[in-house]
């Protein structure tokens, strides 16, 4: 059963020089490891369980053999970030596997695999992913995940930020795709979450389900929820960042990542 969002996948180029980028918009962010064998490594922005995970890769070669990693390294060639895709929590992986395919828009769920992250400080998280497709990144759907490792000891070995800027999770997902109706039809079927005009009744994160503009689809927009909207508008001017009309922090100094303030 899908249970809740996991978290939001930014690709970055540079993670330290990321991290440095994400601390001066007010988040407080946290090197998380290495994803062994896969040639890449995260820092997290956490609000709770669910989070913002900083990815890039140190090792290209080990990145491209790992599969998803040669999509994500082209897509970040001339970019210095992107929002790439994001991860529903699962607490039964094969349960979602029995719910089937649907060839005709590209969805295959493919089979559960093993992960683990080392932790600066040498703890091992482990987990395992359900992948459709291969790769999720820049589509209309997530990756699945169903964690071995415990929620609260994840919480109490990464912490819960205190992010300077107000922030407090993650509201919402605006997700583009070509076929809304087919896309909606996967999100009912294949993952079991009620769809309705409005879009996706993922538990603790709505998704809009939009129409896409030419051949882009995926993840378009996050939106981050703020204790008092007043208080997080203050802190940004402070700083020298000025929100547009729609509390949308300028994409240029997200690292590309379209991130709108919701109440």
């Known amino acids: 059963m899908i249970e809740r969002l996991?978290?939001?996948v930014i690709g970055v180029q540079d993670l330290d020089a990321a991290i440095e980028t994400y601390r001066r918009l007010g988040f407080?962010?946290?090197?998380?490891?290495?994803?062994?064998?896969?040639?890449t490594h995260n820092a997290l922005v956490r609000f709770g369980l669910d989070y913002i995970e900083l990815l890039a890769i140190y090792d290209e070669a080990e990145a491209v053999r790992s599969g998803p990693g040669q999509f994500m390294a082209e897509y970040l060639r001339d970019r210095p970030g992107a929002l790439l895709g994001f991860a529903v929590a699962s607490d039964d992986l094969e349960q979602e596997l029995a719910r089937g395919s649907s060839p005709d828009v590209g969805y295959w769920p493919g089979q559960p695999f093993a992960m683990q992250r080392v932790r600066p400080d040498g703890h091992v998280l482990s987990w395992r992913l359900l992948v459709p497709g291969q790769h999720t990144w820049r589509r209309p759907w997530p990756f699945l995940i169903q964690w071995d490792t415990?929620?609260?000891?994840?919480?109490?070995?990464?912490?819960?930020?205190?992010?300077p800027n107000g922030v407090r999770g993650v509201g919402g997902l605006r997700v583009a795709a070509r076929d809304v109706s087919a896309v909606g039809g996967i999100y009912a079927a294949q993952l079991g979450l009620a769809v309705t005009s409005s879009g996706v009744a993922l538990p603790n994160c709505p998704i809009e389900l939009v129409q896409s503009e030419g051949?882009?689809?995926?993840?378009?927009?996050?939106s981050l929820r703020v204790q008092h909207h007043d208080a997080s508008h203050d802190w940004f001017?402070?700083?020298?960042?000025?929100?547009?009309?729609?509390?949308?922090?300028?994409?240029?100094?997200?690292l590309g990542a379209q991130l709108v303030l919701c109440a």
């Open 6 to 8: 996991d978290h939001v």
């Open 28 to 39: 407080e962010v946290a090197p998380g490891g290495r994803h062994t064998g896969l040639g």
């Open 150 to 163: 415990p929620d609260q000891q994840r919480l109490t070995w990464d912490g819960i930020g205190q992010h």
């Open 215 to 222: 051949d882009h689809e995926g993840l378009v927009q996050v």
């Open 237 to 254: 001017a402070r700083h020298g960042i000025e929100l547009d009309e729609r509390s949308a922090i300028p994409p240029e100094r997200s």
